[in-house]
């Protein structure tokens, strides 16, 4: 069986590593968030094995992830019991395959 290695590459953001040749988008979900997500933590390949393909992608997810996380603290704050869902891991999936197929 072979050993998965994962590596960290220089000064790439750390929600970016790669897994063999193929890059990943990693990223830890807040406790106060995990309910809506489902999960405790984002794992997904970019389906690239460049580098500029990939940080293109993890920084246009890492964006869209930070804009939910916002929302969902703004209207917390608000007092609202539950925030919009502008952006679910569904619909993160969804970006990343279309960012694939555009770039």
Same mark, same amino acid.
């Given at each position: ?13 750390? $929600? #970016?590593?790669? %897994?063999?040749? +193929? ?12 309910? !809506? ?24 997810? $890492? #964006?869209?992830? %930070?804009?939910? +996380? ?12 539950? !925030? ?20």
């Amino acid at each position: 069986m072979a050993k998965v290695v994962s590596v960290k590459i220089g000064k790439t953001p750390t $929600y #970016l590593f790669r %897994k063999g040749r +193929v890059y990943y988008f990693r990223i830890a979900i807040p406790i106060d968030v995990r309910e !809506a997500f489902g999960r405790t933590e984002i794992n997904y390949s970019l389906q690239t094995n460049d580098l500029k393909h990939a940080l293109f992608k993890a920084n246009y997810l $890492y #964006l869209c992830y %930070k804009n939910y +996380v916002r929302q969902r603290e703004y209207y917390n704050n608000k007092g609202l019991e539950q !925030a919009p869902c502008i952006i679910t891991f569904w619909l993160l999936k969804r970006l990343i395959l279309f960012i694939s197929t555009v770039f």
